[in-house]
C-alpha cells in the first residue's frame, strides 16, 4: 500500500491505494465519524485481484487536514471526493461507505448516479433519526463541552465508541488510533465541529430520492449495532430498488474491523452483480 496527499482548493486529504488494476471496476472506501481509513485495512487485504482499491480519509479525520472553517455537511465531503475521483482518473467507482460514510456515498448516488457504478452501504447514517440520545446530546450540550480539556472531550467520544465493538482489545487499539488527531485543543476544536455536523436534514432529503437509483446497492449491518439497528438496515434495503441485505451475525457497528472476511465476500457479490 502507498499513502499520498492531495490538496483539493487547498485542503490535503490523505488516501492510500491498493490492489492492483485490472479489467476490475475501481473500488473506492469511505469511513464513519471519529475513525479513519484504518477502519478497511484488513476488508482491503481481501478484496479480489484486478481492482484499483482507494482508501480516504474524509477532511477533519486520520492524516487529512482538520477542517478549519470549511463545510463538514454530507453533500460538501462528497463534492471532495468527486474532486479526488478527478484527480485521480476514476470517472465510475464502485463506493463502499461507514457509517458516515454511507450518507457521504448516498449523496455521491443520488446527485451524481454516472460516478457510483454500484454501492454499499454499511452500517449507514440513513433517513430521520439515526442520530443516537448521546449524539443529541452532545450536539446540545456543544457551548460547553467545546471548552472542555481534549482529554475529557475525547474520553466520552471513547466511551461511545467502545460500545460499537464487541471485543474490548480490538476496541483499545482502534480508538487509540483514531484518536490522535483529536488530542490537542485545535483536534478537540475539529471534532466539536464534526459533532455539530452530526444532524439529520441531509438523510432525510436523500431518503426521499433513494427509490431512483439504479446501480447495485449491498446493504450491509452487524446484528448487534448499538448504535444503528438493524430495523434501520431493513428500511435502507427496502428504498432501493433490487438492494441486498447482508446482515453479519453477532457483528456490531464497526463491522469492517470485526467481520472483515463477511463484509469482503459481501462487496465481491456486489461488484460481480
Known sequence: MRGEFIDLDGARLYYYAAGSRGAGEPVVFLHGFATSSHLWRDVVSLMPQGHRLVVLDLLGYGRSDPPGTRSLTLEAHAQRVAALLD???ISSTCLVGHGLGGGVAQWLAVHQP??????????????????????????????LTRHLPPAWLLSMVRAEMERGYADAVRATHAIDRYARPFSSEAGRDALVRHIAALGTHETRGLGAQLGTLSMPVSVIWGENDPFLPVALGRRLADAIRGATLDIIPGARHFLPEEAPR??????????AR
Do not use: E, H, K, Y
Open 262 to 271: 463477511q463484509v469482503a465476500d459481501s462487496l465481491t457479490a456486489l461488484i
Open 114 to 143: 454516472r460516478r457510483v457504478s454500484s454501492l454499499a452501504l454499511l452500517a449507514s447514517i440513513a433517513f430521520d433519526r439515526w442520530t443516537t440520545r448521546d449524539v443529541r446530546l452532545a450536539r446540545a450540550t456543544l457551548p
Open 87 to 89: 484527480a485521480l482518473g
